[in-house]
C-alpha cells in the first residue's frame, strides 16, 4: 500500500487513559498534519510537521495532547489522562509540500471513544 | 487563516449537472483554492485547485471568479458515488509559520438523488 496508513483504526479506551496514534505516511513525503473531526463537524487543525519539526503547534486543544515525528516519516499523536470530549476521529494527512500546490492525502482515521 | 463560506447541503438528481459554490473574500494573492471531498466513514481525497485560471481534471472542473473573492467547483454529471461533502480551502503559497494550518470548515454536504 502506497496511501497513509493509520493505526489503531478504533480505540476505545476509558477516560484518565493515555493513547497513542501513529500515522505512517507516504514515502517521501516531507509534510504531515494531523486533524480531528468529531460526529457531524468538519476538520479541526491540530499540528503540522515539515520534516521532524512542528512550525505550529497551536491547534492543539490542551497540554494533554502532544505529538512526535521521528526520521521524517512516522508520526504519534499521545493524548495523556484522556477525557469524553476527546472522542472523535483523529486523521492524519501527507503531503509532498506545505506550500499552495501541495495535493494532501489522507489516512482513513482512528476513531477514539473514550467511555 | 483565510476563510471559506459554503451551503451547508446541497441536493441534486443523477446525472445532472452540479455547481458547488465557494466564497473566499479574504483570499491573498498567495493562497491556491483546493477543493476536497469526504466520502462517508473515509478520509477527505483531493479534487482540484487552482489559482487564477479555470481548471478541468477527470473528477471535476473548478471556476474562479475573476476577483478571486468566489469560486465553483462543477461535477459535470453526478453520480450517486458523488454524494459527500466537499470541502473549500486555501492554502497559501507564501511564506511562514502558519502554512500548515489549512481551515477545512464544515463544507457542502451534497446529496445525489436516482
Known amino acids: 500500500g502506497a496511501g497513509v496508513s493509520q493505526s489503531p483504526s478504533n480505540k476505545v479506551t476509558e477516560k484518565g487513559k493515555d493513547v497513542e496514534l501513529r500515522c505512517d505516511p507516504i514515502?517521501?513525503?516531507?509534510?504531515l498534519y494531523w486533524y480531528r473531526q468529531s460526529l457531524g463537524q468538519g476538520l479541526e487543525f491540530l499540528i503540522y510537521?515539515?520534516?521532524?519539526?512542528?512550525?505550529?503547534k497551536s491547534g492543539l486543544p490542551s497540554d494533554r495532547f502532544s505529538a512526535e515525528r521521528t526520521g521524517g516519516s512516522v508520526s504519534t499523536l499521545t493524548i495523556q489522562r484522556t477525557q469524553q470530549e476527546d472522542s472523535a476521529v483523529y486523521l492524519c494527512?501527507?503531503?509532498?509540500?506545505?506550500?499552495?500546490?501541495?495535493?494532501?492525502?489522507f489516512g482513513e482515521g482512528s476513531r477514539l471513544t473514550v467511555l | 487563516d483565510a476563510k471559506t463560506t459554503q451551503p451547508n447541503s446541497m441536493e441534486s438528481n443523477e446525472e445532472e449537472p452540479v455547481h458547488l459554490p465557494c466564497n473566499h473574500s479574504?483570499?491573498?494573492?498567495?493562497?491556491?483554492i483546493h477543493w476536497y471531498r469526504q466520502l462517508p466513514s473515509q478520509g477527505p481525497e483531493y479534487v482540484i485547485h487552482?489559482?487564477?485560471s479555470n481548471v478541468n481534471n477527470r473528477m471535476a472542473s473548478l471556476a474562479i471568479a475573476e476577483d478571486r473573492k468566489s469560486s465553483t467547483l462543477i461535477l459535470h454529471r453526478a453520480t450517486l458515488r458523488d454524494a459527500a461533502v466537499y470541502y473549500c480551502?486555501?492554502?497559501?503559497?507564501?511564506?511562514?509559520?502558519?502554512?500548515?494550518?489549512?481551515?477545512f470548515g464544515r463544507g457542502t454536504q451534497l446529496t445525489v438523488w436516482p
Open positions: 494527512a501527507s503531503s509532498s509540500s506545505t506550500r499552495g500546490t501541495g495535493e494532501l492525502f
Open positions: 514515502s517521501g513525503h516531507t509534510a
Open positions: 510537521f515539515q520534516g521532524n519539526s512542528a512550525p505550529d
Open positions: 479574504t483570499i491573498s494573492g498567495t493562497d491556491y
Open positions: 487552482g489559482l487564477t
Open positions: 480551502i486555501l492554502r497559501d503559497h507564501g511564506r511562514g509559520s502558519t502554512l500548515g494550518r489549512l481551515y
